[in-house]
Nanobody, 124 residues
Framework: QVQLAESGGGAVQAGGSLRLSCAIS????????ISWFRRTPGKEREFVAA????????YYGDSVKGRFTITRDITQNTLYLQMNSLKPEDTAVYYC?????????????????WGQGTQVTVSS
């Protein structure tokens, strides 16, 4: 099992920046992919960014490409999401999730471990 805990959310004006963190504990050696998702009330959870745990491969959702960056410090077992040029439509609860088994990095059904989420609110 892997445990995850997000932090760093808050309120910011459009055009501003935030950095989210995700502290990871447990069987981290078994992680294959680790991703950020977000959910807005009334909408399905949306894929934001993914990173292979052991390696440098990253992927981003179309709506955040060029603005968000996913990084991780493997020595600290921490995942980050640097969010720049924030827009009101980025307002959501952001979740980090770890995938230990098969499945696509963008498919929330493939992720068995989730954090509790952190709220990001972007005002215009």
């Amino acid at each position: 099992q892997v445990q995850l805990a997000e932090s760093g959310g808050g309120a910011v004006q459009a055009g501003g920046s935030l950095r989210l963190s995700c502290a990871i504990s447990g069987r981290t050696f078994s992680i294959r992919w680790i991703s950020w998702f977000r959910r807005t009330p009334g909408k399905e959870r949306e894929f934001v960014a993914a990173r292979i745990w052991y390696g440098d491969t990253t992927y981003y959702g179309d709506s955040v490409k060029g603005r968000f960056t996913i990084t991780r410090d493997i020595t600290q077992n921490t995942l980050y999401l640097q969010m720049n040029s924030l827009k009101p439509e980025d307002t959501a609860v952001y979740y980090c999730a770890a995938k230990l088994g098969p499945g696509d990095y963008y498919d929330e059904r493939a992720f068995g471990s989730w954090g509790q989420g952190t709220q990001v609110t972007v005002s215009s």
